[in-house]
């Protein structure tokens, strides 16, 4: 992968742009809807619409709201990529799916499977055969003991703690610092230690 092509404008594109830089992948454009935002990490910033027609390099979704990675992976006939940080630990036997983006301090242990267009941020840990759907986003200093299971589109914030052998449903959120000791249904919002629901996600549209 000599270049790519990024999408979205904002703090986590940054970061996005440096894995792909200290990676010597060159970032051939960066896009984003917003038409005030000129430049970015020293890149112009180019009209979404301007996306039509360029294949000339895979694409990453730098772009932290899981709902719009999953819509624009949905509209946009593009390629996509993997970008993986070069201070990471990733088990061979560990996968991740097309526009993934593994970021710097993660530890990802055998036998753990994660979906496309995931962001594992920084300093996160996943532990043996844990499954993450597509979409998810598991935020910084987060720990998942093995056998875990996350579902589709699911935020898991930052700091929170998921015991060994537990399922977190597709669209959930998890916030920060929670400890989650027990299964969480789709849609649930869960806080707290032990963690608890306190309301319910509206599916995604």
């Known amino acids: 992968m000599a270049a790519i092509n990024v999408i979205g404008a904002s703090g986590h594109a940054k970061v996005v742009i440096e894995i792909a830089e200290q990676q010597a992948v060159d970032v051939q454009h960066v896009y984003d809807s917003n038409p005030d935002i000129g430049t970015l990490a020293g890149y112009k910033v180019l009209p979404q619409s301007a996306i039509a027609g360029n294949n000339d390099a895979p694409f990453i979704i730098a772009i932290g709201n899981n709902a719009v990675r999953k819509k624009l992976d949905d509209s946009l006939p593009v390629t996509f990529t993997t970008l993986i940080h070069p201070h990471t630990s990733i088990s061979r036997r560990a996968t991740a799916g097309a ?3 593994i970021m710097a301090g993660v530890s990802v242990n055998s036998g ?12 996160a840990s996943v532990d043996h055969d844990c499954i993450i759907e597509d979409y998810v986003h598991i935020s910084p200093n987060t720990g998942l003991a093995g ?25 959930a959120t998890v916030g920060a610092g929670t400890v989650v000791i027990r299964d969480i249904p789709d849609y649930a919002v869960v806080v707290g230690n032990p963690g608890r629901i306190i309301k319910y996600n509206n599916p995604p549209n």
Do not use: L
């Open 147 to 171: 056998n875990v299971f996350v579902g589709e589109g699911t935020h898991v914030g930052i700091g929170a703690q998921v015991i060994q052998g537990i399922r977190i449903g597709r669209w």
């Open 112 to 123: 753990t499977s994660i979906g496309r267009h995931c962001i594992i941020n920084t300093n």
């Open 99 to 101: 526009g993934t983006v």
